[in-house]
């Protein structure tokens, strides 16, 4: 009898916290941080339904729905076992915005980023978060265009100084030469960290620069490639 009573609890009381949390996640008169509280505990007690949840919602033009909707849908990408769909449902919904309202998905994917950069668990994980950093670069490496917010810009090239993927460091060889400040020092830096075959021809190009700076890390990372 007690095990029939204690079955009948979960059965009752599972669907109750889980509607719970729902209407507080909804709920527009509520704080931001209140509404990410409750996307938290979904997350925590029900995954498997935490990606609906929260990808329904990303598409919301109410900002703090919106904002809640992304946090919750970057503890689902952070988890890795989720594979890369969370991360493909938030490049689907940041390559709808335009560059005056992109920047809390940009911020976002550079969080999740930080993830898939520290030390996996298997040689399956470890590709698969590879995968991963190559969408997040190919998604990037556009966002630091002339055209979008100087930002926007910012936080993409800070995302990808470490990323060690095809594309990434021919596009640092390319900021680091006409811009000034933060953001050809910190394209400077990912010069010789993301160094890969791939830019050799974009390097040795920029080995003759009359920049001094900028050669001596083109050099910097030719060696790397060549060793």
Do not use: H
């Amino acid at each position: 009898m007690a095990i029939v009573l204690i079955l009948l609890v979960i059965v009752v009381w599972n669907p109750f916290w889980k509607q719970l949390y729902l209407r507080q996640i909804d709920d527009t008169t509520a704080s931001v941080e209140f509404r990410k509280s409750a996307a938290l505990k979904l997350f925590q007690g029900y995954v498997s339904d935490a990606f609906a949840v929260f990808s329904e919602r990303l598409s919301e033009t109410e900002a703090n729905t919106r904002a809640t909707a992304l946090y919750g849908m970057q503890l689902v990408a952070q988890d890795r076992i989720n594979g890369i769909k969370p991360l493909e449902r938030l490049i689907e919904e940041l390559n709808k915005c335009d560059s005056g309202s992109n920047q809390p998905f940009v911020k976002t994917i550079a969080e999740i980023c930080k993830v898939y950069q520290q030390p996996a668990r298997s040689e399956s994980e470890t590709q698969r978060d590879v995968e991963r950093l190559q969408l997040i670069a190919k998604t990037l490496i556009p966002l630091t265009e002339s055209d979008q917010k100087p930002e926007i810009r910012l936080v993409c090239v800070e995302t990808m100084q470490e990323l060690s993927v095809p594309g990434v460091c021919r596009r640092m060889l390319k900021l680091a030469s006409p811009e000034k400040g933060d953001l050809r020092d910190k394209a400077l830096r990912g010069i010789v960290a993301t160094a890969l075959p791939d830019a050799v021809g974009d390097l040795l190009g920029v080995i003759a620069s009359p920049d001094k700076l900028l050669a001596e890390e083109a050099r910097r990372g030719f060696v790397v490639v060549r060793d």
